[in-house]
T-cell receptor
Framework: DVKVTQSSRYLVKRTGEKVFLECVQDMDHENMFWYRQDPGLGLRLIYFSYDVKMKEKGDIPEGYSVSREKKERFSLILESASTNQTSMYLC?????????????FGEGSRLTVL | AQKVTQAQTEISVVEKEDVTLDCVYETRDTTYYLFWYKQPPSGELVFLIRRNSFDEQNEISGRYSWNFQKSTSSFNFTITASQVVDSAVYFCALSERGRDDKIIFGKGTRLHILP
């Protein structure tokens, strides 16, 4: 069964802490994505990566960075967490190229910043 | 510019009723794909269906059906004889030319099925 796995379902951090959210996919997909989901705002793209060590900013990259050292792993980093980064974070992967655009999602990581 | 509008923020129906979730899209591309995803309380978005812009045939899968109309730029989703397990947030999405790095999601419709 194909899978996107996010390392933590729930995290509670303090303002100013560095936060790592990890995501691993087992489908050999080229593209990986980090979305943020907030009530009333839907899914907003933070960053995506189309290859190892490559990244592109999405719609709301401020306050975030990413790392893709291996094809199957894509990490989201909050260098100094703030309360307005309290949210649900969703990782996804996709085949890339001129496919059909279907994404495969992880179960999400709910982050609370106090 | 591309846009996906799900005007219904939240819907509640009693179990066994039929319910339709609306999705209206905007795009200048002639080649695009439309999707519906379901997000149950567990959090993971689950793919339900994909349609390409050249295939306007409606689709039925069990209690689920989808009505794609290019003339009105709509891709509506109907659940027949709803069940409590259908309670979830449903997202409509549009992919420009089938590119997964060019996906626009609607804001989602939260569906409550009341027992």
């Amino acid at each position: 069964d194909v899978k996107v796995t996010q390392s933590s379902r729930y995290l509670v951090k303090r303002t100013g802490e560095k936060v790592f959210l990890e995501c691993v996919q087992d489908m050999d997909h080229e593209n990986m994505f980090w979305y943020r989901q907030d009530p009333g705002l839907g899914l907003r793209l933070i960053y995506f990566s189309y290859d190892v060590k490559m990244k592109e900013k999405g719609d709301i990259p401020e306050g975030y960075s990413v790392s893709r050292e291996k094809k199957e792993r894509f990490s989201l980093i909050l260098e100094s967490a703030s309360t307005n980064q309290t949210s649900m974070y969703l990782c996804a992967s996709g085949r890339g190229g001129s496919g059909t655009g279907e994404l495969f999602f992880g179960e999400g990581s709910r982050l609370t910043v106090l | 510019a591309q846009k996906v509008t799900q005007a219904q923020t939240e819907i509640s129906v009693v179990e066994k009723e039929d319910v339709t979730l609306d999705c209206v899209y905007e795009t200048r591309d002639t080649t695009y794909y439309l999707f519906w995803y379901k997000q149950p309380p567990s959090g993971e978005l689950v793919f339900l269906i994909r349609r390409n812009s050249f295939d306007e045939q409606n689709e039925i899968s069990g209690r689920y059906s989808w009505n794609f109309q290019k003339s009105t730029s709509s891709f509506n989703f109907t659940i027949t004889a709803s069940q409590v397990v259908d309670s979830a947030v449903y997202f409509c999405a549009l992919s420009e030319r089938g590119r997964d790095d060019k996906i626009i999601f609607g804001k989602g419709t939260r569906l409550h099925i009341l027992p």
